[in-house]
């Protein structure tokens, strides 16, 4: 037991390392489809899914929401805010390696004590900052990204970088540039902007345009900053079209890549997208991943999901594999994650209340994918989807089809091809035999 447990308290007491039993384990407390050396089209299921826990939801968030008090308990807290990060950085480490997650992330605030002076706030996280890495070297987790929390704090009511107020862009730039060390310190593979309160309440009282160049400005900063010190992966932008603000200015992959090309910031950023944000948005999960893909910028995903009947962000732990394959199918196609991973952004209901719970629930997240994972690679190594797909380009692969992609046709062109044949015969898009063929797949 020692070897996975960190600190001077063990967190998660009766809880050992998280092994592979097979679907047909009844142990809740073990994977039934994760087998992490598992190899799946060359690379092992750890290699491709680079699982990833995130801070806040796991080791921050007790259960409040806008109707009720906290329900759980966290026996790393602490009166002394410093004792209570030490605390809370061991329960994390110990949580992540018995589970057997390679990653994690973070916000500022959620690893360290924040402090309205400037210095203080630093002092607190560079301290933090040293904990955190001296754990990510006894342990080898490592960090997936980290970002700063630029809208709990009442100053950012009104916004961070988007902000009327210009004393309030600083602080946020203040909160970035320490976020920016920290990464650097502790060999963080992304950076991301998560723009919660980069929107607007009203349009009344906003000027969208002025609030849109600050923000790109401050991109800008951040990346100049960044790079001087020595970061070298990608910034991700973290679309989301509202909630809590009425609108935010990244709503969805499309706005974002838009935004990111129109200030020239594509080649430094990327996005991370989040499956209950392209929801929320009305899209699909894999729409926006696709998005992302073709633009070459899928930089990382937060791994979630929302709840149909709910608008929210519900932030669910992912079980659900039918869209996770389709999610694994883009990822795959892509070429599968560089520095990117499946972050949990998920939370625990409220009423999910043992200790236990947050292993069966990253657990389910992660077999989740494991099974998405395999079944993506057959469909795709199979090529029967694929070969579906193909036939209904076919006519562009030869003759005028062709000669129209190559650029060599005019408008009068095509008009004289239209009138020199009959009316096109219909064709079929196929769509229910495709969809019956992904069932076979995943339940065949
Ligand atoms: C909120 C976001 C947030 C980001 C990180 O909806 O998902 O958790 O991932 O700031
Ligand atoms: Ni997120
Ligand atoms: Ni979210």
């Not at 991943?289 to 999901?305: I, K, P, R, T, W």
Request: charged share 25%; hydrophobic share 40%; with cysteine.
């Amino acid at each position: 037991m020692k070897d996975y447990f960190i600190g001077e308290e063990e967190f998660f007491p009766g809880i050992g390392k998280i092994g592979y039993e097979g679907p047909k384990s009844d142990n809740p407390l073990a994977f039934k489809f994760y087998d992490p050396q598992k190899k799946v089209g060359g690379k092992t299921m750890a290699e491709h899914l680079r699982f990833s826990i995130a801070y806040w939801h796991s080791f921050c968030a007790k259960g409040s929401d806008p109707f009720g008090n906290e329900t759980m308990v966290f026996p790393w807290s602490d009166p002394d805010p410093m004792i209570a990060a030490r605390k809370k950085a061991d329960a994390a480490f110990e949580f992540t390696t018995k589970l057997g997650a390679e990653y994690y992330c973070f916000h500022d605030i959620d690893a360290a004590p924040d402090a309205s002076s400037v210095t203080e706030y630093e002092r607190n996280y560079f301290a933090v900052a040293e904990m955190l890495k001296s754990l990510q070297n006894e342990t080898g987790v490592k960090l997936l990204w980290n970002t700063s929390n630029m809208f709990s704090h009442p100053r950012y009511m009104n916004g961070a970088a988007s902000n009327p107020e210009f004393s309030i862009l600083a602080r946020a730039a203040a909160q970035v540039k320490a976020s920016l060390d920290v990464n650097v310190l502790l060999g963080g593979q992304n950076y991301v902007f998560w723009g919660g309160r980069e929107g607007y309440m009203s349009l009344l009282n906003t000027r969208m345009k002025q609030e849109q160049d600050h923000i790109a400005r401050f991109f800008m900063l951040a990346r100049d900053y960044g790079r001087k010190i020595g970061f070298t992966g990608p910034f991700l932008i973290e679309p989301k079209p509202m909630e809590p603000s009425k609108h935010q200015y990244d709503y969805d992959a499309a706005t974002a890549i838009g935004f990111l090309r129109n200030y020239g910031l594509d080649k430094d950023f990327k996005c991370n997208i989040e499956n209950n944000h392209a929801t929320l948005a009305g899209h699909t999960f894999a729409h926006d991943l696709q998005v992302c893909a073709d633009a070459g910028m899928l930089g990382s995903v937060d791994a979630n999901e929302g709840d149909a009947q709910n608008g929210w962000d519900t932030d669910e732990f992912p079980t659900n594999v039918y869209d996770s394959v389709e999610a694994m199918m883009v990822i795959l196609k892509m070429g599968g994650f560089t520095t990117g991973g499946l972050n949990f952004d998920a939370k625990l209901r409220r009423n999910s209340t043992d200790r236990e719970d947050l292993f069966i629930a990253h657990i389910g997240g992660m077999d989740t994918f494991a099974l998405a994972l395999e079944i993506a690679d057959r469909i795709i190594s199979d090529g029967k989807l694929d070969t579906m797909v193909a036939n209904r380009y076919r006519s562009y692969e030869s003759g005028k089809g062709a000669e129209f992609e190559a650029g060599k046709l005019t408008l009068a062109d095509l008009r004289d091809i239209a009138a020199s044949q009959p009316e096109p015969a219909l064709v079929s898009g196929k769509q229910e035999m495709i969809k019956n063929l992904i069932n076979q797949y995943i339940f065949g």
